[in-house]
């Protein structure tokens, strides 16, 4: 079994940065996507940012693109969301997630099926 951690939420001023990291412990997959979601509280979980770990596919959401990298560690065992010039309509949980079993990225939540216990994001105007 494939467990995923999440890291590096927290409080930061509207306009700053933050970095999440997602550690994947267990079993490895070589050619599945990592995607990275995001929930606030009455909202449905939001596709942010997904990552083929088979090659350099990514792809954004149009609400965080040009503001938010998703990259991969060497070891491919860590993901990272590299987030800039947040605001307060980035104040959620985040969550990333695996999907093993697509041969493409998707946005679709319902398509992951390991996830993390998500980190929480709070941008201060």
């Known amino acids: 079994q494939v467990q995923l951690v999440e890291s590096g939420g927290g409080l930061v001023q509207a306009g700053g940065s933050l970095r999440l990291s997602c550690a994947a412990s267990g079993r490895t997959f070589s050619s599945a996507t990592m995607g990275w979601f995001r929930q606030s509280p009455g909202k449905e979980r939001e596709f942010v940012a997904a990552?083929?770990?088979?090659?350099?596919?990514?792809y954004y959401a149009n609400s965080v693109k040009g503001r938010f990298t998703i990259s991969r560690a060497s070891a491919k065992n860590t993901v990272y969301l590299q987030m800039s010039s947040l605001t307060p309509a980035d104040e959620a949980f985040y969550y990333c997630?695996?999907?093993?079993?697509?041969?493409?990225?998707?946005?679709?939540?319902?398509?992951?099926?390991?996830w993390g216990q998500g980190t929480h994001v709070t941008a201060s105007s």
């Open positions: 997630a695996l999907d093993t079993e697509g041969v493409m990225i998707s946005t679709a939540y319902e398509h992951y099926n390991t």
């Open positions: 990552l083929r770990l088979s090659g350099r596919n990514t």
